[in-house]
């Protein structure tokens, strides 16, 4: 899903879903697709992926700069869109695409996104994903 979703749109750079431990209150990578990143782990209220897993709310940043809690995982990336990915009402991880496009990401891109998810949650097994 990460690589296809990568090759198939030029401004989705990097992709990748990170998956919640709640008991630990940690994001963890599970699969991407782009440059490997050193934030395999995030905390919960960390950066951008951190505070989506605390607000259960797609966050949109069409510019990197203007954000305080942001954690820089290259220095080409723009933009970024993280949208919670939700298992039985649960938000259970996120995907997370960083882009080298200025503002690209619009509504369709939310969306379509969570549309993703959606899918992805349907074939994870009902007892999630343990970390
Ligand atoms: N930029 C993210 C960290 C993950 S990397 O984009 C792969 C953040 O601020 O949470």
């Known amino acids: 899903m990460c690589e296809l979703l990568q090759r198939s749109i030029g401004y989705y750079d990097w992709v990748g879903f990170y998956f919640?431990?709640?008991?630990?209150q940690t994001l963890h990578l599970?699969?991407?697709a782009g440059e490997p990143t050193d934030h395999v782990t995030i905390p919960f209220g960390k950066g951008i992926c951190g505070q989506v897993a605390v607000?259960?709310?797609?966050?949109?940043v069409p510019d990197v700069k203007a954000q305080d809690n942001y954690i820089a995982c290259s220095m080409f990336v723009k933009a970024e869109i993280v949208i919670p990915l939700f298992k039985n009402g649960k938000n259970i991880g996120q995907i997370d695409i960083d882009s080298h496009t200025s503002d690209p990401f619009s509504h369709e891109d939310e969306k379509f996104l969570e549309w993703v998810n959606e899918a992805?949650?349907?074939?994870?097994?009902e007892d999630g994903i343990d970390f």
């Open 20 to 24: 919640a431990n709640h008991q630990k």
């Open 30 to 32: 599970k699969a991407f």
């Open 55 to 60: 607000s259960n709310e797609n966050f949109v």
């Open 120 to 125: 992805v949650a349907n074939i994870i097994p």
